[in-house]
């Protein structure tokens, strides 16, 4: 027979087929609706007694809707000739037979949502107690003529719900109810039919449908594509809020397998009610909302609703973004504002420290001066110049406590770029060339890091570079061998890291602790700012920065950047 698979969101296409265990129309895939054209209840009953048998054998939960042509009971005697043990399937709610009136009609009524709903919901059951999927006929023998466009308009939803999910349907046709523009309805909704011709079972479908579905299966293809490179969720449900189709990046978002959210409700995945209220949302417009996580877990997302219509219904689409990297990224973004903050204050109440020692200073000469005055020329131990001079000095120390804190508080926001970190690197140490010289020290450079592209302030950056080459320097002052290392390597968090390795003393154990904190400075004329503000820098530049003591001796002074490729991913989910 013809090949009828057909491309399914689900990718049922790449499951393995089912028995139909009907000889004349073989393997079928999931999602097969087809149609019987029959005489007499004899040819109905032949078709579908090995198609039960085969779905029973199979696993399946199996459902048959009756017509007053063959009965529920009829059915059943029938039944029971291909499956012996059949009381058995039944008692155990494998095998559902009932009648059209109990499934069709609700009230004399024919309700096509409601019965497509109906049929979605028994599968669903179905898979809940671990059947493979579900396999039905529903006989149409009942129809009546006034109800007849209404019905066919059904069947041609049929295909969208159940195209997609594990049935098998087979609508089955009196031909004697039929006339040739009616069969033609019936053929062109169905993937194919099956029709009894002097005595010998053959298998059709319309070559406008085969045309279409070809069509259909390319355009598929292409949107399924297209989909596939979307980041976001993409998700499409009806006014009843059944999740009618949902992309890759979407099932996982929320954690789910791509073909579980088919058929369910909207809400189990964004349960905040107004964010898909449909009469108040306003579309196109993006709302903040919550994601629901198939573990349960809440996340930030933000939606955006679109209206249209597909098969004479409302359909609605959104599109979810997940938020969670975003407000992760703006959490970050905040705590190094409030960290830089809070070493800024360190900074200015160790300043504050180092003014006052000026200050104080200062105040006493000016008194020892003003007592000098009082005292005749001659018998002064100290001329009021000399004192008055002293003062002066403090004044100038004093001035360049004042310029370094308005140096530090210029900052701002780093001005970035993006820059080869090892040319900075390169850059800093020919400052240093000269000075290392005068003190037969040496600097290596190891620039191992693969890559070393970073946006960064260049000039805080080689601040950073110059304190921590300066200090190295000034802890090998009595050294033997004065050997600095700079070297650099790719961390496996797309980071690149700097190591500043000295051969001095190493860090004492009393101050380890606060090394990064503002504090009195213990070299002569120094402030101790430099690692604080070298601390605030880098940690402005999502970094981070530390010590630790040498292998053979002295300290290696460290700090991490992010490569370029990392905070380009970093920005994009930060906007």
Known sequence: MDDYTRDYPRDLRYEPPRKSGIETVGDLPWGSHFCLLYNTAEELIEILMPYFAEGLAADEFCMWVTSELVNVE??????????????????????EIISYADWYLQDGEFD????????????????????????????????????????????????????????????????????????????????FAVVNEQGRWL??????????????????????AILETVQDAIIAFDAAGAIYSINAAGANMFGYGEDELLGADILSILPE?????????????????KGRHKTGELFPAEITLAATHHDNAPLFVGSVRDLSEKYRAETRLKQIQIDRLAAMGGIAAGLAHELNQ???????????????????????????EEALARASAQVDRAGRIISSLRGLASHGEPNKLILSLHELIEKTCECFSTSFKDRNAEIILDLGASKDTVLVDGVQIQQVLTNLIKNAKEAMTDAQARRLVISTRTTEDERIQIDISDSGPGIPEHIKSQLFEPSPSTKEGGMGVGLPMSRVIIEAHDGKIWAQPNRESGAVFSFTLPLMDAIGSYEEAAE
């Open 273 to 289: 009610r107004w964010a898909t209220d449909l009469s108040e949302h306003k579309f196109k417009a993006s709302k903040e909302t």
């Open 203 to 224: 298998s059709f479908k319309s070559a406008n449908r085969g045309r279409m579905g070809r069509a259909l299966r390319e355009s598929q293809r292409r949107q399924h």
């Open 74 to 95: 009829q059915a059943k005697a029938a039944l029971r000739a291909a499956v012996p043990d059949l009381d058995s399937f039944i008692g155990s709610g494998q095998l």
């Open 358 to 384: 000026p200050l104080s200073a200062m105040k006493t000469y000016l008194k020892v001066a003003e007592r000098l005055i009082e005292i005749p020329p001659e018998k002064r131990q100290l001329k009021i």
């Open 112 to 191: 096509a949502d409601r019965v497509l709903r109906a049929w979605t919901d028994k599968l669903a059951a179905a898979e809940r107690r671990g059947f493979e999927g579900l396999r039905l006929t529903g006989d149409t023998f009942w129809l009546e003529k006034v109800a007849w466009q209404g019905f066919i308009h059904y069947e041609s939803m049929v295909d969208r719900v159940m195209g997609s999910k594990r049935i098998l349907a087979l609508c089955a046709y009196p031909l004697s109810s039929c006339s040739p523009r009616e069969i033609f309805d019936v053929v062109a909704n169905h993937d």
